[in-house]
């Protein structure tokens, strides 16, 4: 199943914020998993934990309660070693201000490579220092 949830993030790669109170109309679709209370301008709310959900709801995978918080995936699934990960496998780090949720896609010149959404105000592939790995989830 996780390479099912990494195939549909890969549809969605490149696609970026709206700078201003416009959003991106895929990622406001997505939006639309999140609680209405939420500010749902992309470019002001961390929207990694939406995408993540969006994923996971699409592909029949589930959520956690509270999706939309990145580091409420790390009560989701099962807890997988970072040496045993595998594409499409969840990804939990820790950022300035809290946490971060992505998609392992691999392990290279000692960088962890995730692909999430909010990475560079895009869906992206991009390298994370291993230190900052908070836990790493698969489906259960």
Known sequence: MSQQIYDLALRYL??????GQQSNPLIAEMFKTAPSWLDQDDSKTAWCGIFRGYLGLWCGT????????????????????LK??????????????GHHVALFDRLEGGRVYLLGGNQGNRVSIAP?????IQGVRREA
């Open 14 to 19: 490149g696609v970026a914020e709206t700078p």
């Open 62 to 81: 589930g959520v956690p309660k509270e999706h939309y918080r990145a580091r409420k995936w790390l009560e989701w699934g099962q807890e997988v070693k």
């Open 84 to 97: 045993d990960a595998k594409r499409g496998d969840t990804v939990v780090t820790s950022r300035d201000g």
């Open 128 to 132: 994370f220092p291993p230190s900052v």
